[in-house]
């Protein structure tokens, strides 16, 4: 059976990781990829009520549902699809629709959270951390999470003091010891990319050669 290469983009919020993912996927072919973000698979609090869901901590291992992508990915290794779920931010809800998604040679997860979680991080085989300073990441943050997902200047400032940066420190940030390639700057280090590619080329010549 041919088996896929499973790379983890982790780091911070507001590293680069989708900028790096981006890249990758430009140089190796998007027709090669299944790419899958963490974040997908924060579970649906839809049974709380709005401000009960706001008090909820976001940044901690225990919002996600981390079993139902280990699945997910195990079954993509098999050659089997999988339906991703599909994560509204402004109301912290799962919408009823889903992503398709087909086994790829290369398998691209991405997350904050990815290498702190060992049955996960266990799964792949190149492990990447995205190291940014922490004053451009938080401005990064600022300007997502304002643009794309609704909230207010305030609301974001309050959670990165509550609970992203803490949740940081305590997660996010040990768990760079455990990557194999770190990656300064984001996707605007051309170099370690470079090197990647070359690596995923490699690997994927022998095992998906038609």
């Known amino acids: 059976m041919k088996q896929s290469i499973l790379i983890g983009v982790a780091g911070g919020s507001g590293a680069g990781k989708t900028t790096v993912l981006r890249a990758l996927l ?48 195990k079954r993509l290794q098999m050659g089997e699809a999988v339906d991703v779920p599909i994560y509204d931010f402004t109301t912290h809800t799962r919408r009823h629709e889903t992503r398709r998604l087909e086994p790829k040679p290369v398998i691209l997860v991405e997350g904050i959270l990815i290498l702190a979680d060992r049955a996960l991080r266990e799964m792949m085989d190149i492990k990447i951390y995205v190291d ?44 760079k010891r455990y990557a194999d390639i770190i990656i300064p700057e984001g996707g605007f280090n051309p170099i370690p990319i470079d090197m990647l590619v070359a690596r995923i080329e490699k690997i994927t010549e022998k095992t998906w050669r038609e």
């Open 132 to 175: 940014t300073d922490a004053d451009l990441r938080f401005i990064r943050r600022l300007k997502r999470d304002i643009e794309d997902r609704g909230r207010t200047i305030q609301s974001v400032i309050e959670q990165y003091e509550e609970t992203v940066r803490p949740m940081h420190n305590s997660f996010v940030e040990p768990s």
């Open 26 to 73: 430009e140089q190796i072919g998007e027709e090669r990829v299944a790419y899958v973000y963490h974040d997908s698979y924060y579970r649906d609090l839809g049974y709380l009520s709005p401000t009960e869901r706001a008090e909820v901590n976001f940044d901690h291992p225990d919002a996600l549902e981390t079993d139902l992508l280990i699945q997910h990915l």
